[in-house]
């Protein structure tokens, strides 16, 4: 079985590509799978996807600009063409059985092409709000796959699409395997400490950025409370500047880094998370029924970041700190209020946990199939 992977940009494109690869490799160890990403110096597939063993290819795409007359946008029709004939080429010479994508602007190309060639095409839509690339690809893919019933909504409400399922976001399978216990060993954390995790998003969040210095710089008089923070590697060494000018910088509890690679392991061993509020970073968090300050992005379309925090908070299983608030030091007060009160966390977990989709990744590796024999 020969399987293309495509979707990039962003880690919350990259990665339900990857968990769908791990399925079906697990299931079927002789599969060749490889991906195809955007030649963009930041896509995050350069760096995930080798990480995870598999080849890599991209085509020369690139997401429009939000101002519609932006100068760069002029070069879109001709990339647009370019990455069609570079997907084709790909096709041909991959000889596909199946394509799949993830979302983000580099999947278009490929998904399109692959349909129009003949391989049985899919793509998987983790947001509550479709992005541009599933639509339009709507209406040419044999499968569209969702997370949000709301998204199945949303889908129909613009008109004419391809048949559609719900099957929740794919996992990694390390987020479910790895216990409480075992994680905070394999880190060193003492049993009376309190560990938080924050990260903002694989390229970084200035403002999140921001927060966080200030927030770790308070914690430094909190003796028994650690915390790892993933600045983004775009953001990274103006705030690693910044973070060393604080205590937080002379403080060994407090760390930052610019990317997480080993995330099972550092959210297993979490007492409480700072995140953004992206559809794969909630689905990891209600699967491991962590408690959870979200910060929603307002840079995004539709808002639905802050939508897909609100389904969360709106059932007493999440906190939401927006970022217009930041400055004013809403973080700081949610976070230690929270670590004030462990029975408010243990509740947030709890009630997190109901927005899991534990048997996902079957969902989804039965409407590949599906479409593979069929």
């Known amino acids: 079985m020969r399987i293309l992977m495509t979707g990039g940009g962003t880690a919350g494109h990259v990665n339900p590509a990857l968990a769908i690869a791990a399925t079906i490799r697990e299931k079927h160890p002789d599969a060749e799978i490889a991906f195809v990403a955007s030649a963009q110096p930041r896509d995050k597939a350069k760096d995930l996807v080798p990480r995870a063993g598999y080849p890599l290819h991209t085509v020369h795409i690139r997401g429009m600009v939000r101002s519609l007359w932006a100068p760069s946008n002029l070069k879109l029709p001709y990339l647009m063409i370019k990455s069609r004939r570079e997907a084709a080429d790909l096709i041909r010479e991959f000889r596909p059985d199946l394509i799949v994508g993830t979302g983000g602007f580099a999947c278009w190309p490929l998904c399109s092409m692959g349909r129009k060639m003949g391989v049985p095409t899919v793509v998987h839509e983790s947001n509550a ?4 690339a599933v639509e339009q690809l709507k209406g040419n893919v044999d499968l569209i796959m969702v997370n949000f019933e709301d998204t199945l909504r949303r889908l129909d409400e613009t008109g004419k699409h391809s048949p559609t399922v719900r099957v929740g976001n794919p996992m990694m399978t390390g987020f479910a395997g790895v ?4 994680a905070r060993r394999a880190l060193g954390l003492a049993p009376d400490e309190t560990y938080i995790l924050s990260f903002g ?3 970084g969040a200035e403002y999140v950025n921001d927060a966080v210095v200030k927030l770790a710089a308070t914690l430094t008089d909190h003796p028994k409370v650690r915390l790892l923070h993933a600045a983004g590697k775009r953001d990274y060494d103006r705030i690693s500047a910044d973070w060393s000018a604080t205590p937080a910088g002379k403080c060994n509890r407090m760390t930052l880094v610019d990317y997480i690679y080993d995330m099972p392991v550092q959210m297993a061993a979490a007492d409480l998370v700072i995140s953004r509020a992206g559809a794969m970073s909630i689905s990891e968090l209600a699967l491991t029924g962590k408690p959870t300050v979200f910060i929603p992005s307002p840079y995004v379309a539709e808002n639905h970041q802050y939508k897909n925090a609100m389904a969360l908070v709106n059932k007493g299983a999440a906190v939401c700190v927006e970022e217009k608030t930041l400055t004013e030091g809403a973080l700081e007060r949610e976070v230690l209020t929270l670590l004030a009160d462990p029975a408010k966390r243990r509740e947030l977990g709890e009630r997190a946990r109901g927005f899991a989709c534990p048997d996902a990744n079957e969902r989804i ?9 069929s």
């Open 179 to 182: 216990s409480r216990e075992e």
């Open 129 to 132: 709000i479709p992005g541009k």
């Open 365 to 373: 590796y039965d409407c590949l199939m599906g479409l593979v024999k």
């Open 201 to 203: 998003g694989s390229l």
